[in-house]
């Protein structure tokens, strides 16, 4: 709660926001950052300035969105994203040496493997059950199951479906830890042209937050479809200075509806998924591509990026970042 004395309002965004960061408010989902902000706005509007601080990803929607809501508040944006990003990042490149030899003929059109269920991935993983696609995925219970089916039919204005009930199917048969099921899956991922990344939900807001399962479809050089956040497919990919994949239907790609444009986006291109053929044609368009992110991933100076981008921050900034334990490594 915002004291009645606060003149000036620093926000720091320093973690991705997950399927609990959303709300259904009516028949919407909505963001609860920007619910806070509508709670609190009487507040809000007599500061004379607010801070937003991305340190994941891209916040300038929330710059935007402010300045709408408070037009009589200074808004500035400062942006650190690789101090979070740069986390996946060394992730994947510690992965580099159990990547196989790279293949341009592939024996899979596509792999993905959910690990915790959200709701961008239980509507993927409705469509493949649909279409007979084989990925792998945790069990699903009833009422997890209704709770989306509830979510969906609200934000579609559709009846609800019955759930779904299923069992987990696993990719590897014994108990591994994290870091070893992610060496272990980059062999199928290096055999497969395409793979679907779920990584976060849609908040609205927070952009372009890619994880480890970007990251490694890059390292692979496979190809990443994308059901995350507006124009994840198209723009999505260049704040980090990747190029965008080409051959898929975007259209939907800029959907404010999050369930609208996940379930669109599957069904305009069903066509391609549905044929290995296309996806290797597909594949075989992305060369120029595949190879120019590659090199980016695994060619680029992270750390100095990173400090690049700390350096010109405001001191209150890196005083915070500081304390947080979220330092640049040393020069």
Known sequence: MLENDTEILNLFFHDHCNSNSLSLIGNYLEWKPSIWMEFEQEKIEKLKEINIVSLLGDLTALQSYCKKLFPNVTINYHAHNLSLQIKPIRDTLSRRTA??????????????????????????????????FDIFHPAITYNLSKDFENQISRCLSTGIQQPTVLQQKRMFTEEIDQDEF?????????????????????????????????????????????????????????LLGFLPYVGFDLKSDGIDNPVLRWTSLLE????????????????????????????????????????????????????????????????
């Open 99 to 132: 990547v196989p030899v790279h293949k341009s003929i592939r024996d899979l059109a596509f792999h993905t493997s959910i690990g915790t269920i959200r709701l961008n991935r239980y509507i993927l993983l409705k469509f493949s059950l649909k279409h007979g």
């Open 182 to 238: 992610n060496k272990k899956q980059i062999s199928m991922l290096s055999d497969s042209y395409l793979n679907f990344v779920t990584t976060f939900p849609n908040t609205d807001m927070l952009r372009h937050g890619h994880d480890e399962k970007y990251f490694d479809t890059i390292l692979c050089k496979t190809v990443p479809f994308m059901l995350c956040e507006k124009h994840s497919n198209s723009t999505g990919v260049e």
């Open 268 to 331: 305009d291109n069903e066509n391609i998924f549905k044929d290995k053929q296309r996806v290797k044609e597909l594949y075989n368009k992305n060369q120029r591509v595949i190879e120019h992110n590659y090199n980016r991933l695994v060619n680029t100076d992270w750390e100095a990026e990173r400090l690049a981008q700390f350096d010109i921050l405001p001191t209150f900034i890196k005083e915070y970042l500081n304390s947080l334990k979220l330092k640049p490594p040393t020069r």
